[in-house]
């Protein structure tokens, strides 16, 4: 990773989270019922619970809407979670201005090419290890990890690090 990139990731206040090949696998499961159920990965939850302690702020754009993703997203304390949205660079417009942040200040780790007007905006952008090929010039960081198998978890330690914040929250682990 570049010098540029961990100086884009020191001035991370929020991080927006795409769910489906980000969260997820990608897969969507629905039985013969229509419920839809989702995989997520509990090395990512953690992760975002780390940032959350570190007073990193967590916020899901999704085009999908999903019962799964409000269940998860309430477990991790996520309260900022957009659902079924087209235009992810109006929610996020929107987002920033009510949260009085810079661009600079939000990250996003994207997937899929309606994830590229977010990834060309944000002051730090990533993306997973299997999203697809025309994303990943124009991230500041490429996952070692694939969407939803701890590419989240990576991504929240190399922010968490960059910030200098790692070791502090890894003292009540190492008590």
Same mark, same amino acid.
């Given at each position: 990773?570049?010098? *540029?990139?961990?100086?884009k990731a020191k001035k991370i206040k929020l991080l927006i989270l795409d769910v489906d090949g980000v969260l997820t696998d990608g897969r969507i499961v629905i039985d013969d019922r229509g419920v839809e159920t989702k995989c997520f990965d509990v090395r990512d939850g953690h992760g975002i619970k780390l940032l959350r302690r570190a007073n990193i702020e967590v916020a899901i754009i999704t085009g999908r809407r999903s019962e799964v993703v409000s269940h998860r997203a309430r477990e991790l304390g996520i309260e900022s979670v957009y659902q079924n949205i087209r235009d992810k660079l109006e929610v996020y417009r929107s987002i920033v201005d009510e949260k009085g942040l810079k661009d600079e200040e939000v990250g996003f780790v994207g997937d899929d090419l309606v994830d590229l007007p977010l990834l060309k905006r944000v002051g730090f952008s990533a993306v997973v290890a299997d999203g697809i090929e025309e994303l990943k010039p124009c991230a500041d960081y490429v996952s070692r990890n694939k969407g939803g198998r701890g590419a989240?978890?990576?991504?929240?330690?190399?922010?968490?690090?960059?910030? *200098?914040?790692?070791?502090?929250?890894?003292?009540?682990y190492l008590r």
């Open positions: 990773m570049s010098s *540029g990139s961990l100086e989240v978890r990576e991504i929240s330690e190399l922010i968490l690090k960059a910030q *200098g914040k790692w070791p502090e929250l890894m003292e009540r």
